[in-house]
């Protein structure tokens, strides 16, 4: 299982990198709508348009900011298997109709959906509501988790 949490931190180390690229170049381009002919937009209009172009600009290099930060706070995590629910831990659990869930808890990331050989994995951070009754447990504990549906009891079957 060790290997499995490996692939699937580099699966999202390779899924943040492409958002980047893709933020990036969309914002080049709007960052290149931010000027006419280098010369100041003729009418109201055309500065109107710049100034949203320079918004969503601005907007993008913010994004692409919080996914280098979180690029930077997975570098820190090591792959090591964990023996609680913590930040890094990919933890099974299983709810009171034996159904199954793959979390890897990270912080920074969260809502990818990621195929595993055991599953779905769902990428979630550790100040999720979900998570936070988990935090701390091992093996075999159980706690009240919230899900859309209402308030659910699990048992944390398995951490890595």
């Given at each position: 299982?060790?290997?499995?949490k490996?692939?699937?931190?580099?699966?999202?180390?390779?899924?943040?990198?492409?958002?980047?690229a893709?933020l990036?170049?969309?914002?080049?381009?709007?960052?290149s709508?931010t000027r006419?002919d280098?010369?100041?937009p003729?009418n109201r209009?055309?500065?109107a348009?710049?100034s949203?172009?320079?918004?969503l600009?601005h907007?993008?290099?913010r994004?692409i900011?919080?996914l280098?930060?979180?690029?930077?706070?997975?570098?820190?995590?090591?792959?090591?298997?964990?023996d609680?629910?913590?930040?890094?831990a990919?933890?099974?659990?299983?709810d009171?109709r034996?159904?199954?869930q793959i979390?890897?808890?990270?912080?920074?990331?969260?809502?990818?959906?990621?195929?595993s050989?055991?599953?779905?994995?769902?990428?979630?951070?550790p100040?999720?509501?979900?998570?936070?009754p988990?935090?701390g447990l091992t093996?075999g504990?159980?706690?009240?988790v919230?899900?859309?549906e209402?308030?659910v009891?699990?048992?944390?079957l398995?951490?890595?």
């Amino acid at each position: 299982m060790s290997s499995v949490k490996a692939a699937l931190l580099q699966a999202v180390r390779t899924r943040l990198e492409r958002q980047i690229a893709e933020l990036r170049s969309s914002r080049d381009d709007a960052t290149s709508g931010t000027r006419i002919d280098q010369d100041r937009p003729a009418n109201r209009g055309e500065r109107a348009a710049v100034s949203s172009q320079g918004y969503l600009a601005h907007g993008l290099g913010r994004r692409i900011q919080s996914l280098q930060e979180a690029l930077e706070l997975l570098d820190r995590i090591p792959p090591d298997p964990r023996d609680r629910v913590t930040v890094g831990a990919l933890v099974t659990l299983l709810d009171a109709r034996d159904e199954a869930q793959i979390l890897l808890v990270l912080p920074g990331v969260a809502g990818l959906r990621l195929p595993s050989d055991e599953g779905e994995v769902i990428v979630v951070s550790p100040n999720a509501p979900v998570v936070r009754p988990l935090l701390g447990l091992t093996q075999g504990e159980g706690a009240t988790v919230t899900r859309p549906e209402g308030p659910v009891e699990v048992e944390v079957l398995q951490i890595v």
